[in-house]
């Protein structure tokens, strides 16, 4: 038993990668180029999605999405309190007001029973979080969307792989954003792409994401010169490098036995883990789904545990073993409370799931025996 620090998350980087990230190096060639042009073609075969655009990170996704809707002061965008602050940040970086709905205390996401009392006449944007890969119930979610012309935009930065009644997540409804940060089911160091079928949504991320630039345009406005695109809209610096598309052309094609492996840690957990009653664990919702398990995430029982979140992940940490805290509930944060008058209180299930839930180590890489150790340790601390 090796008692080396276990992180709760490290990503699994094969030779290919490598190799191909020292290849492009060596090309000439390391910013947007060909390797992002293959990851591109990649993602569209992977997501049967018409528009599928590489970014800088998942916020970045999230950000423009975001501004493509074009919101108005006052505007309201729904989403979750159980998620990271990027979700609520692009929110408000975009000029819209982040509304809250509570989870539902059994699969931690969005409740689908809260969501229609949260709609008003402000409402734009319903943008859920499939937390931990585990698939928002998209059904009722895209049949309020429908019935209330709103647009939605799932923040997917957990559930690359996921799949809602037979369906991976990416390949059908409004909009997605998935993340490739190093702790994520797949990665490209920092990345994520969005995935849309609507074209025009496509074209404004497109051009947003790189300078305000539109190759088109110039087609129909270069009088002559050797200039070759037109600058239609200030726009940000948020491209992929070939360096990461050159490792995440890869990841992608490793994706399924990441995913393989993550499932057999969770149900691991799970087994090993049922009749210890110092954890309230996972539960599956009832529809149909495929989870990625990006996180396993039980909440402690206080009283029975004789301990608090805090305590547990600092004795696991004296004993060489990493946690994660997905997440503190965004809208106690102190901006956040400000600003829009958030108070404890406010979201109770969220609030509760805030205060006892952990990540416990889970990574493709993850042997039985570390799998082994983290729950020696547990015992150990418990008792
Ligand atoms: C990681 C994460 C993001 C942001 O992803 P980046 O690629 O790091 O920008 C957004 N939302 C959620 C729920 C996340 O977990």
Known sequence: MSDEFLPFSRPTISQNAIDDVVACLKSGWITTGPRVTQFTEDLKTYFKAPYVLPIASATAGLHLALLAMNLEPGDEVITTPLTFAATLNTIVLAGGKPVLVDIDPRTLNMD??????AINDNTRVIMPVHFAGLPVDLDPLYELANRHGLRVIEDAAHAIASEYKGKRLGSFGDTQVFSFHPNKNMTTGEGGCVVTRDQELADQIARLRFHGMDRQAWNRFAKSGSQDYEIVMPGFKYNMMDIQAAIGIHQLRELDG??????????????????????????KPDYDHYHSWHLYTPLI?????????????????????????????VHLYPYYRQAFDFNPGDFPHAEDACERIVSLPLFPLMTDAD?????????????
């Open 258 to 283: 990441f995913i393989a492996r993550r499932i057999e840690l969770a149900e691991r957990y799970q087994e090993a883990l049922s009749d210890w009653p110092q954890w309230t664990l996972p539960s």
């Open 371 to 383: 799998h082994d150790r983290v729950l020696d340790v547990m015992y150990k601390i418990f008792n």
């Open 112 to 117: 689908m029973n809260a969501l229609e009392d």
């Open 301 to 329: 029982n206080e009283d029975v545990a004789n301990m608090n979140r805090d305590q547990f992940m600092s004795e696991m940490k004296e004993n060489n073993i990493g946690t994660g805290l997905h997440y503190r509930a």
